[in-house]
């Protein structure tokens, strides 16, 4: 009986193969400890990193269907699965936005994109962050960092006149009303408002009009989205074009938000070691290199991707067949998240 329990000892162990869960936890958590042991991942981070897996999870999916259903001529050979995913630069990046809270199963907080590095020969993953989530980074890490923030659209109905700090004026402020809820006519612009409870006079004010929103409006931005004509394609072919109403004034509404946050500045007493490696990571330019790929590679067949658009989807432009796989997040919204 011995000599069958050593036998059985001395056989050479098979190598386990990890769950994608698995080895996307373990580097995460790695990266958390930074090879300490005695430093604790909250239950509340834990479920943030669970969180990342199953909405890149689903991603991942969504994109190989996507990658499958082009001609062969377009398609890219490498499968977009989890084994041809670089875990390190994942892991690092969602370490660093998880610490600051953005949850990407929240609406506006975070999105993230596959796109094929070709130096790799593997998929990295984008992380765009939504306007509710440059709101979260911008107020902890801001220099004094206002108690309110307005932000409303203008059109031509409405009563708008703002008052900018001069020597008669103390505090900037503004008037404004709506006229009538129901037609208030055509866009104008909007504003956003700093405003400071118990030191008014650093109240700030920003308008903007149409055409200043309409220049931040993405190169590449998605008329399912923002509106406009979109390409009709047949068999490989641009057969004509199509009027999309999109969100315009959803869009707009962001804009602002992103422009309000986005003003205020960083405390350098507050940087920390995640701050800087966000910087770091949003230096490396994903989203314009995936803006290059479709530049370098229009007019394909598109292939569709008009029920699994998500919150902040606004930055990709339509999907064409040659589109690098974006899909950030399988929300299944029919609007952009308001």
């Known amino acids: 009986m011995s000599n069958q329990n050593n036998q059985v000892a001395n056989q050479p162990k098979q190598n386990v193969q990890l769950s994608p869960s698995d080895r996307f936890t373990n580097a995460v958590l790695s990266e958390f400890t930074g090879g300490r042991n005695n430093i604790q991942v909250s239950e509340f981070q834990r479920t943030l990193i669970s969180n990342y897996f199953i909405?890149?999870?689903?991603?991942?999916?969504?994109?190989?269907?996507?990658?499958?259903?082009?001609?062969?001529?377009?398609?890219?050979?490498?499968?977009?699965?989890?084994n041809n995913v670089d875990i390190k630069p994942l892991a690092l990046k969602v370490v660093?936005?998880?610490k600051l809270g953005l949850d990407p199963t929240q609406s506006n907080h975070i999105s993230m994109i596959p796109y094929k590095?070709?130096?790799t020969g593997k998929y990295d993953i984008?992380?765009?962050?939504?306007?509710?989530?440059?709101?979260?980074?911008?107020?902890?890490?801001?220099?004094?960092?206002?108690?309110?923030?307005?932000?409303?659209?203008?059109?031509?109905?409405?009563?708008?006149?703002?008052?900018?700090?001069?020597?008669?004026n103390p505090i900037e402020k503004y008037q404004f009303e709506i006229n009538d809820t129901f037609n208030r006519g055509d866009f104008l612009g909007g504003f956003y408002y700093l405003e400071y409870f118990n030191n008014p006079?650093?109240?700030?004010?920003?308008?903007?009009?149409?055409?200043?929103?309409?220049?931040?409006?993405?190169e590449r931005a998605s008329v399912e989205?923002?509106?406009?004509?979109?390409?009709?394609?047949?068999?490989?072919?641009?057969?004509?074009?199509?009027?999309?109403?999109?969100?315009?004034?959803?869009?707009a509404t962001k804009t602002l938000t992103r422009a309000a946050y986005n003003s205020l500045t960083i405390d350098a007493e507050k940087i920390d070691e995640n701050y800087r490696k966000l910087i770091l990571m949003q230096s490396d330019q994903a989203a314009v290199r995936i803006s290059d790929e479709i530049e370098a590679n229009a007019n394909k067949e598109e292939i569709g991707f008009d029920n699994t658009v998500d919150t902040?989807?606004?930055v990709v432009d339509e999907n064409k067949e040659d589109e690098p796989v974006a899909t950030e997040g399988q929300t299944q919204l029919t609007?952009?998240?308001f």
């Open 55 to 82: 909405k890149l999870d689903l991603s991942l999916a969504e994109a190989e269907q996507n990658r499958l259903a082009k001609s062969e001529k377009y398609r890219d050979n490498t499968p977009i699965t989890w």
């Open 96 to 98: 660093a936005y998880s």
């Open 117 to 119: 590095n070709n130096k």
């Open 126 to 168: 984008g992380f765009i962050e939504g306007y509710k989530g440059i709101e979260i980074k911008s107020k902890k890490y801001g220099l004094d960092t206002p108690d309110n923030v307005v932000v409303e659209l203008i059109y031509s109905n409405d009563t708008f006149k703002q008052f900018k700090k001069d020597q008669n």
């Open 201 to 218: 006079e650093k109240n700030k004010i920003r308008v903007m009009t149409k055409r200043d929103i309409e220049k931040r409006k993405p």
């Open 225 to 251: 989205f923002w509106g406009g004509n979109k390409d009709v394609w047949e068999n490989g072919k641009k057969v004509g074009t199509k009027e999309v109403e999109g969100w315009f004034e959803e869009m």
């Open 312 to 314: 902040e989807a606004e």
């Open 335 to 337: 609007g952009p998240g």
